[in-house]
């Protein structure tokens, strides 16, 4: 389990987040953000609040509605040697840009021969539930991790997004950062409770590759990440009533992977329920399974994954919340695998 | 800027088809009024954006009617528009069903899409409607609208609307050379409101006018430099008409004014109060109902347009939030137009289990036995 040293201080996971760069911007020159809306307006989903007062226009750049330029932009700089940090508004923009992402930062490194490496941030704001729609509401999880090159990384609460975000920017490789809109706290957007965590002033790194587990159990292993940590978690806490104990396992990063954590817990467990907000198939759930399948056939009895089912994200409430998998759903499938 | 026929620009507008496109900007700017004060609904004291009977974002457009009117006056149900992330005004001016489209936007049933697009994912074949969230990605398909009346020898055209913030992007850049190189009718419409969301123009182009763009790619590029419905229709006449005519494309930029936020909920903080009190005072719709007085129409002649434009309205928000939303279920159907012979539904460990997309004969060979494709 992740140590969280008790500091009395509460943070937003966004405020979390923003302490880690400001701290990275004063102790590096060459660190800087380039984004849409990054500078006034502090970032759609508060990533950059409150930066431009401390480090002006020149060092929170606001840039044209051109993502192919300037995240390439952030490839050369870092390329140069800067630390440059891009931030794509929402993950469904990729899109437009993602030459520049998977051909260029994911791979530049590798098929230099390790010549030239590419010590960027690519941030971005991923997932759905207030119902924005088709182009508005994904996370991609899946998508970036498949693609070879690239770390990736995505908290679940504050105390963790400034730790991954320390260890991201000193990063020597490319490292996508993806935030959940539901996580933030922004003002307009309610969080659930969880994110919301003690976060110590001074800075600190979570390494990649270090899964937490969120809560012990013996009964099944639920695996996850984001949003839907915290919807684990829940659903754990009200299957406990009924005597059936859930391991939450919170991946934290993507690439690398933590095989091992998710391994030993259904080891331990025997069932396994895989929790994902990217789409069902040819992803994160399935490559979750597979590793388990590789590593613990013998003591695999179960497996329930839930994903969002291969259709875009829709517009209207019901269709979107019978889509992404709900507290309820959760619970249901851990019940499965434990029956 | 060629205004036709060598007369002097109002004296070529009838009067008529002023009122019309009075008519048009009145039913937009209600329409928007009208949207916001439901959006708020379920979202005060505490604004949460998932809640209320129209959740999601909702960026409106008061203040960019001229730009809808003036340019859609032109078309015909067969000339295809697609529209931006602010697509009210535009659809409205197009002729999109009023009803399905507000019906859409509260996620019911019988909404343009089902409940599945919402207000930034309007499609409304009738009349060759559509619009897209991401910025200027509804260019390459205006031009391939263009592209379809060309091959087929037809007199339709298209018209892709984008903000002043999207002149910037290769997907707008690259379907002006598209456009330009193969001569298609299409006309690119930028409506400068000044800011892209909290980035005002000058911070992100370096070009004095959208029209600028133009000009690399050697087509007419004009800006209509005040928010003036007539001056608007004079401008994309000239447009349309080459387009029509065989001419190839053409851009037109036209100066609206923001007089919301961004979307709803933004508080604006980075504008200037100054701006957004100027952005009210230049309104098109007063400067059309002067215009309109000065030809002689009555402030009763005026009142009986914008009656009948917001009961239009009014009627067509009762409509919508009468219809039934859509049953969970139907977030599965409409994936494709020829679904796969069966899909997985895997709806969080329910007992939804398999669902049919066609019936499937058990036993039959395209009876995969329950099992995941
Ligand atoms: C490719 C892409 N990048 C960023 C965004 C986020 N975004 C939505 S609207 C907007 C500003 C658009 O400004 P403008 O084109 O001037 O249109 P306006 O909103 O002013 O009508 C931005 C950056 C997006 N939707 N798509
Ligand atoms: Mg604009």
Redesign the pocket.
Known sequence: MTQQVATGRELTMSRAMVEAIAHEMRENEEVFYMG??VADYGGIFDSTQDLLEEFGHDRIMDVP?S?TAYIGAAVGAAQAGMRPIAEL??VD?FG?CMDQIYNQMAKNTYMSGGAVNVPMVLTTAVGGGYNDAGQHSQTLYGTFAHLPGMKVVVPSNAYDAKGLMHAAIRDDDPVVYMFHKRLMGIGWMPAPEGPKTEVPEEAYTIPFGDAAVRREGTDATVVTLGLHVHRALEAAEGLADDGIEAEVIDLRTLVPFDTETVVESVKKTGRLVVVDEDYRSFGLSGEVVARVAEHALDDLESVQRLAIPDVPIPYARPLEDAINPQTADIAEAVRTVTK | MFLGKGEPGNAMVSVNTREEMYEAMVTARHYEERLQEEYLEGKQPAFDISAGPIPGEL?LAAG?EAAAAGVCAHLRPEDTVTA???PHHVAIAKGVDLERMTAEIFGRRTGLCKGKGGHMHLFDPDVNFACS?????GSPPAVGAALAAKKRGTTDVAVSY?????IS?GGFLESLNLASVHDLPVVFVV?D?D???SMPKARVTDVESGAQRAKGFDMPGVRVDYDDAVAVYEAARDAIERARAGNGPSLVEVQVH?RMG?FMGDAEGYRPTEDIERAKRLDSIERLAEDLRSEGVTDDELAEITDRAHQRVEAAIEWAKDQPEPDPDEAFDDVFVTPPRAQVVPDGGGDRGIVDAVDVPPGSDDDIGGEDR
Do not use: C, K, P, S
């Open positions: 849409e809306d509605i993502e508004m929402f923009f437009v | 960026h960019h931006t992330h602010r969230g991401i910025i200027a990605q984008l903000g002043e913030g999207a992007q409506e409101n800011w892209a969301i923001r961004h």
